[in-house]
Nanobody, 125 residues
Framework: QVQLVESGGGLVQAGGSLRLSCAAS????????MGWFRQAPGKEREFVGGITWSDGRTYYEDSLKGRFTIDRVNAKNTVYLQMNSLKPEDTAVYYCASGPPDTIVIVTPRGYDHWGQGTQVTVSS
């Protein structure tokens, strides 16, 4: 049974930082592609970034490049999303997802077969 548990969300002022964690069980994060998505109220779930299983290559939504970073600690079976220079428009529920191994990062939710419960990130102005 695969479980993904996100943590690290919260309330932060604009310009601040948060580091989200996605702890996996039942699946080794280094053997599958992992992704981060977010969903704001009234909006569709959107791609944030992802990391490939084999070489740990990362890919980000264009508008988030330079502010968001994904890394993976295999020994902890955990993937992280470091978010810097946060803006009010980053407010959303952030989800971790796991999908089949691939050489490229999949940017659509359909490319992932397991999801976490989400963690709320609220950025105040």
């Amino acid at each position: 049974q695969v479980q993904l548990v996100e943590s690290g969300g919260g309330l932060v002022q604009a310009g601040g930082s948060l580091r989200l964690s996605c702890a996996a069980s039942g699946r080794t994060v280094s053997s599958y592609n992992m992704g981060w998505f977010r969903q704001a109220p009234g909006k569709e779930r959107e791609f944030v970034g992802g990391i490939t299983w084999s070489d740990g290559r990362t890919y980000y939504e264009d508008s988030l490049k330079g502010r968001f970073t994904i890394d993976r600690v295999n020994a902890k079976n955990t993937v992280y999303l470091q978010m810097n220079s946060l803006k009010p428009e980053d407010t959303a529920v952030y989800y971790c997802a796991s999908g089949p191994p691939d050489t490229i990062v999949i940017v659509t939710p359909r490319g992932y077969d397991h999801w976490g419960q989400g963690t709320q990130v609220t950025v105040s102005s």
